[in-house]
């Protein structure tokens, strides 16, 4: 694999609002609690919970926590972006012990990409293995590239999504993947190759057939608020079985000029409730089992 000089820019999608906000230094000090024992107070047996969200990228972690509990959302997975992120997270999962989950990975929308980096992120997988939950956020590059190229993504960026989801099976770890419109197909691919059994297509774009084939490998694909104002959104809640849906902000990537955040998961269920004329516990209820079913219990 031929790396080069790192670019650690996101690329347009990224770059704006409110999802580099500034990076305030983790107060010591662990959280009470247990990965197993209350985490939300007056919160449901199967509780809503965050599929997708960037917890280093806001400045009061703790703060983001405490309004997702009391909106009733008892769990999220935070998901990296680098190996700094690595190790935030890392240090949010030990200080809020059984309310964060946390994946390790590079966010492919890079243009260039550095070895050392790629390797770094994998050995702190490999080191921390017992405490993460996924790999992720992993995938391919699209809003980077120019418009001529994004049909056929770097082949340097798909070496790296190789290694990563290599290093998923062998650590039997799920995989998040930022993988739309053409790089979902593309990903999907990589997927079989490696033998993945368990993935996860965050906030998907992808052609109905696309889309057919993700659900029949029985991955998962997350709506996003944007299900409260976009059509495309609603269109795919209705095409993805529930058995297979799950929840995510993305936070802090900002809707209708707001950076979201977990605490905004139930008007997301509910939203999905009414288009699909369910009770919301019954939406509540399968979406945390998904999360189950995804993280292999770890939930």
Request: aromatic share 8%.
């Amino acid at each position: 694999m031929v790396m080069r000089q790192t670019d650690t820019a996101f690329g347009p999608r990224q770059m704006t609002g409110a999802f580099f906000a500034p990076e305030a230094p983790l107060p010591g000090g662990e959280e009470k609690g247990s990965p197993t024992g209350d985490r939300c107070g007056d919160c449901p047996a199967s509780p809503w919970w965050d599929a997708h969200v960037h917890l280093d990228r806001y400045s009061d972690p703790k703060a983001v926590l405490a309004r997702a509990r009391a909106a009733g959302v008892a769990f999220l997975l935070a998901v990296a972006t680098d190996a700094a992120s690595c190790r935030r997270l890392l240090a949010l999962k030990r200080r809020f012990p059984g309310r964060v989950g946390i994946a390790f990975g590079l966010h492919p929308e890079r243009k260039i990409w550095n070895r050392d980096e790629v390797e770094s992120v994998l050995e702190l997988l490999e080191a921390h293995a017992d405490e993460v939950d996924a790999v992720g956020e992993v995938g391919l590059p699209h809003y980077i590239l120019p418009e001529t190229e994004r049909a056929r993504p770097p082949w340097e960026a798909v070496e790296v999504l190789d290694a990563f989801l290599d290093a998923a099976v062998r650590l039997g770890k799920p995989v998040l993947l930022h993988a739309v419109y053409h790089g979902a197909s593309i990903a999907l691919e990589r997927l079989r190759r490696a033998g993945v059994a368990r993935a996860h297509f965050h906030w998907l774009k992808a052609e109905p057939d696309v889309l057919a084939r993700i659900l029949s490998e029985g991955y998962f694909v997350s709506v996003t608020p944007d299900v409260l104002v976009r059509a495309r959104d609603r269109d795919l809640v209705r095409r993805v079985p529930l058995a297979q849906l799950l929840l995510e902000t993305d936070g802090p990537w900002p809707f209708d000029g707001q950076p979201a955040e977990p605490a905004w998961i139930p008007r997301v269920g509910a939203a999905v409730a009414a288009l699909l004329g369910l009770d919301e516990a019954a939406v509540r209820r399968t979406v945390w089992e998904n999360g189950r079913r995804l993280l292999n219990g770890r939930i």
